[in-house]
T-cell receptor, first 110, second 114 residues
Protein backbone atom coordinates (compact mmCIF):
# COMPACT_ATOMS: atom_id res chain seq x y z
CA UNK A 1 0.00 0.00 0.00
CA UNK A 2 1.10 3.55 -0.71
CA UNK A 3 2.47 5.29 2.38
CA UNK A 4 1.78 8.81 1.19
CA UNK A 5 -1.16 11.19 0.93
CA UNK A 6 -1.47 13.68 -1.90
CA UNK A 7 -4.26 16.00 -3.05
CA UNK A 8 -6.07 14.47 -6.02
CA UNK A 9 -5.66 17.52 -8.23
CA UNK A 10 -4.13 20.97 -8.43
CA UNK A 11 -4.05 23.87 -10.84
CA UNK A 12 -1.14 26.16 -11.55
CA UNK A 13 -0.76 29.08 -13.94
CA UNK A 14 1.82 28.71 -16.65
CA UNK A 15 5.10 30.37 -15.71
CA UNK A 16 4.41 30.20 -12.00
CA UNK A 17 5.92 27.82 -9.50
CA UNK A 18 3.96 24.64 -8.94
CA UNK A 19 4.14 23.40 -5.36
CA UNK A 20 2.92 19.84 -4.90
CA UNK A 21 2.51 18.69 -1.30
CA UNK A 22 2.86 15.18 0.07
CA UNK A 23 2.25 13.78 3.52
CA UNK A 24 4.21 10.77 4.70
CA UNK A 25 3.71 10.84 8.45
CA UNK A 26 4.70 7.20 8.97
CA UNK A 27 8.01 7.45 7.14
CA UNK A 28 10.87 5.62 8.85
CA UNK A 29 14.41 6.85 9.25
CA UNK A 30 15.88 4.90 6.36
CA UNK A 31 13.13 5.57 3.85
CA UNK A 32 13.58 8.02 1.01
CA UNK A 33 11.01 10.24 -0.66
CA UNK A 34 10.82 9.81 -4.43
CA UNK A 35 8.82 11.76 -6.98
CA UNK A 36 7.75 10.49 -10.36
CA UNK A 37 5.31 11.83 -12.90
CA UNK A 38 3.30 10.38 -15.73
CA UNK A 39 2.48 12.54 -18.67
CA UNK A 40 -0.53 11.32 -20.58
CA UNK A 41 0.15 8.18 -22.64
CA UNK A 42 3.79 8.02 -21.59
CA UNK A 43 5.62 5.86 -19.07
CA UNK A 44 6.30 7.23 -15.59
CA UNK A 45 9.31 9.51 -15.37
CA UNK A 46 11.68 9.84 -12.42
CA UNK A 47 11.97 13.41 -11.14
CA UNK A 48 13.91 13.58 -7.90
CA UNK A 49 14.46 11.89 -4.55
CA UNK A 50 15.77 12.80 -1.10
CA UNK A 51 16.24 11.59 2.44
CA UNK A 52 16.22 14.63 4.71
CA UNK A 53 18.07 17.42 2.99
CA UNK A 54 16.49 19.58 0.35
CA UNK A 55 17.42 18.52 -3.15
CA UNK A 56 17.46 20.29 -6.50
CA UNK A 57 18.09 19.12 -10.03
CA UNK A 58 17.38 20.39 -13.50
CA UNK A 59 13.73 19.41 -13.27
CA UNK A 60 12.61 20.33 -9.78
CA UNK A 61 13.35 20.99 -6.13
CA UNK A 62 12.35 18.78 -3.23
CA UNK A 63 11.76 20.33 0.16
CA UNK A 64 11.47 17.89 3.08
CA UNK A 65 10.33 19.11 6.47
CA UNK A 66 12.65 18.71 9.42
CA UNK A 67 10.49 15.99 10.96
CA UNK A 68 10.34 14.31 7.51
CA UNK A 69 6.60 13.83 7.78
CA UNK A 70 5.86 15.85 4.69
CA UNK A 71 7.51 17.20 1.58
CA UNK A 72 6.88 19.53 -1.32
CA UNK A 73 7.90 19.13 -4.92
CA UNK A 74 8.51 22.46 -6.60
CA UNK A 75 8.49 22.99 -10.35
CA UNK A 76 9.96 26.49 -10.50
CA UNK A 77 8.48 27.70 -13.78
CA UNK A 78 5.65 25.43 -14.82
CA UNK A 79 4.91 24.99 -18.51
CA UNK A 80 2.02 23.30 -20.29
CA UNK A 81 4.28 20.27 -20.76
CA UNK A 82 4.32 19.79 -17.00
CA UNK A 83 0.67 18.77 -17.04
CA UNK A 84 0.80 15.25 -15.61
CA UNK A 85 0.01 13.04 -12.65
CA UNK A 86 2.70 13.42 -9.99
CA UNK A 87 3.45 10.59 -7.59
CA UNK A 88 5.10 10.94 -4.21
CA UNK A 89 6.57 7.60 -3.12
CA UNK A 90 8.29 6.50 0.06
CA UNK A 91 10.85 3.79 -0.48
CA UNK A 92 13.74 2.07 1.24
CA UNK A 93 16.78 3.12 -0.76
CA UNK A 94 18.17 0.22 -2.65
CA UNK A 95 15.60 -2.26 -1.48
CA UNK A 96 11.91 -1.68 -2.00
CA UNK A 97 10.11 -1.78 -5.27
CA UNK A 98 8.30 1.40 -6.24
CA UNK A 99 4.65 1.42 -5.19
CA UNK A 100 2.48 3.99 -6.93
CA UNK A 101 -0.47 5.62 -5.22
CA UNK A 102 -3.15 7.79 -6.77
CA UNK A 103 -0.91 10.82 -7.19
CA UNK A 104 -1.83 14.45 -7.86
CA UNK A 105 -3.15 15.46 -11.25
CA UNK A 106 -1.50 18.79 -12.00
CA UNK A 107 -3.16 21.05 -14.55
CA UNK A 108 -1.07 23.89 -15.93
CA UNK A 109 -3.34 26.68 -17.07
CA UNK A 110 -2.33 28.92 -19.99
CA UNK B 1 21.81 6.17 -24.42
CA UNK B 2 18.82 4.32 -25.80
CA UNK B 3 15.89 4.14 -23.43
CA UNK B 4 13.69 1.26 -22.43
CA UNK B 5 11.94 -0.09 -25.48
CA UNK B 6 8.65 -1.92 -25.45
CA UNK B 7 6.75 -3.54 -28.25
CA UNK B 8 4.26 -3.75 -29.54
CA UNK B 9 2.99 -0.33 -28.56
CA UNK B 10 -0.57 -1.53 -29.03
CA UNK B 11 -2.14 -4.95 -29.18
CA UNK B 12 -5.75 -5.94 -29.66
CA UNK B 13 -6.57 -9.60 -29.16
CA UNK B 14 -9.62 -11.69 -28.56
CA UNK B 15 -10.43 -13.26 -25.25
CA UNK B 16 -8.75 -16.65 -24.99
CA UNK B 17 -5.85 -15.78 -27.26
CA UNK B 18 -2.23 -15.47 -26.28
CA UNK B 19 -0.18 -12.30 -26.33
CA UNK B 20 3.49 -11.76 -25.69
CA UNK B 21 4.86 -8.38 -24.71
CA UNK B 22 8.52 -7.59 -25.00
CA UNK B 23 10.77 -5.21 -23.12
CA UNK B 24 14.33 -4.27 -23.98
CA UNK B 25 15.93 -2.54 -20.99
CA UNK B 26 18.75 -0.06 -21.11
CA UNK B 27 21.95 -1.92 -21.88
CA UNK B 28 23.78 -2.89 -18.73
CA UNK B 29 20.78 -2.54 -16.46
CA UNK B 30 20.53 -5.66 -14.35
CA UNK B 31 17.17 -4.75 -12.83
CA UNK B 32 14.01 -5.03 -14.87
CA UNK B 33 10.49 -4.40 -13.65
CA UNK B 34 7.02 -4.93 -15.05
CA UNK B 35 4.06 -2.78 -14.04
CA UNK B 36 0.48 -2.59 -15.23
CA UNK B 37 -2.18 0.07 -15.23
CA UNK B 38 -5.74 -1.07 -15.65
CA UNK B 39 -8.14 1.69 -16.69
CA UNK B 40 -9.18 3.84 -13.78
CA UNK B 41 -6.82 2.12 -11.39
CA UNK B 42 -3.37 2.83 -10.02
CA UNK B 43 -0.15 1.61 -11.57
CA UNK B 44 0.52 -1.79 -10.05
CA UNK B 45 3.82 -3.63 -9.65
CA UNK B 46 3.95 -7.06 -11.28
CA UNK B 47 7.48 -8.38 -10.89
CA UNK B 48 11.18 -7.65 -10.68
CA UNK B 49 14.08 -9.40 -12.36
CA UNK B 50 17.70 -9.18 -11.33
CA UNK B 51 19.53 -10.32 -14.41
CA UNK B 52 17.71 -13.51 -15.40
CA UNK B 53 16.35 -14.32 -11.94
CA UNK B 54 12.95 -13.37 -10.59
CA UNK B 55 13.62 -11.35 -7.46
CA UNK B 56 10.02 -10.52 -6.63
CA UNK B 57 6.94 -11.72 -8.44
CA UNK B 58 4.45 -10.88 -5.74
CA UNK B 59 2.39 -8.69 -8.05
CA UNK B 60 1.70 -11.26 -10.74
CA UNK B 61 -2.09 -11.58 -10.81
CA UNK B 62 -2.39 -15.29 -11.62
CA UNK B 63 -0.78 -18.18 -13.46
CA UNK B 64 -2.00 -16.94 -16.82
CA UNK B 65 0.90 -14.51 -16.71
CA UNK B 66 4.41 -15.76 -17.40
CA UNK B 67 7.46 -13.52 -17.42
CA UNK B 68 10.88 -14.50 -18.64
CA UNK B 69 14.19 -12.77 -19.09
CA UNK B 70 16.45 -14.68 -21.39
CA UNK B 71 20.13 -14.34 -20.57
CA UNK B 72 19.46 -11.35 -18.41
CA UNK B 73 18.79 -9.11 -21.39
CA UNK B 74 15.32 -8.53 -22.83
CA UNK B 75 12.19 -9.74 -21.07
CA UNK B 76 8.87 -11.08 -22.26
CA UNK B 77 5.52 -11.13 -20.53
CA UNK B 78 3.10 -13.68 -21.89
CA UNK B 79 -0.59 -13.71 -21.13
CA UNK B 80 -2.24 -17.03 -21.92
CA UNK B 81 -5.19 -17.20 -22.23
CA UNK B 82 -6.05 -13.52 -22.16
CA UNK B 83 -9.16 -12.36 -20.32
CA UNK B 84 -11.08 -9.11 -20.62
CA UNK B 85 -9.76 -7.83 -17.29
CA UNK B 86 -6.20 -8.08 -18.58
CA UNK B 87 -6.77 -4.99 -20.69
CA UNK B 88 -4.58 -2.08 -19.69
CA UNK B 89 -1.18 -0.55 -20.23
CA UNK B 90 1.85 -2.65 -19.36
CA UNK B 91 4.99 -0.75 -18.46
CA UNK B 92 8.51 -2.03 -18.23
CA UNK B 93 11.28 -0.25 -16.34
CA UNK B 94 14.96 -0.87 -15.76
CA UNK B 95 17.62 0.38 -13.39
CA UNK B 96 21.33 -0.14 -13.10
CA UNK B 97 21.35 -0.58 -9.35
CA UNK B 98 18.47 -1.36 -7.04
CA UNK B 99 19.43 1.68 -5.06
CA UNK B 100 20.17 3.96 -7.96
CA UNK B 101 18.45 7.20 -8.70
CA UNK B 102 15.33 5.85 -10.22
CA UNK B 103 13.80 3.60 -12.73
CA UNK B 104 13.66 4.41 -16.42
CA UNK B 105 10.31 3.43 -17.82
CA UNK B 106 9.34 2.50 -21.33
CA UNK B 107 6.34 3.99 -23.10
CA UNK B 108 4.24 0.95 -22.40
CA UNK B 109 2.18 -1.56 -24.35
CA UNK B 110 -1.54 -0.88 -24.50
CA UNK B 111 -3.29 -4.24 -24.45
CA UNK B 112 -6.95 -4.49 -25.34
CA UNK B 113 -8.73 -7.81 -24.93
CA UNK B 114 -12.08 -7.97 -26.71
Amino acid sequence: DAKTTQPPSMDCAEGRAANLPCNHSTISGNEYVYWYRQIHSQGPQYIIHGLKNNETNEMASLIITEDRKSSTLILPHATLRDTAVYYCIVRLFGYDKIIFGKGTRLHILP
Amino acid sequence: EAGVTQFPSHSVIEKGQTVTLRCDPISGHDNLYWYRRVMGKEIKFLLHFVKESKQDESGMPNNRFLAERTGGTYSTLKVQPAELEDSGVYFCASSQDVGNYGYTFGSGTRLTVV
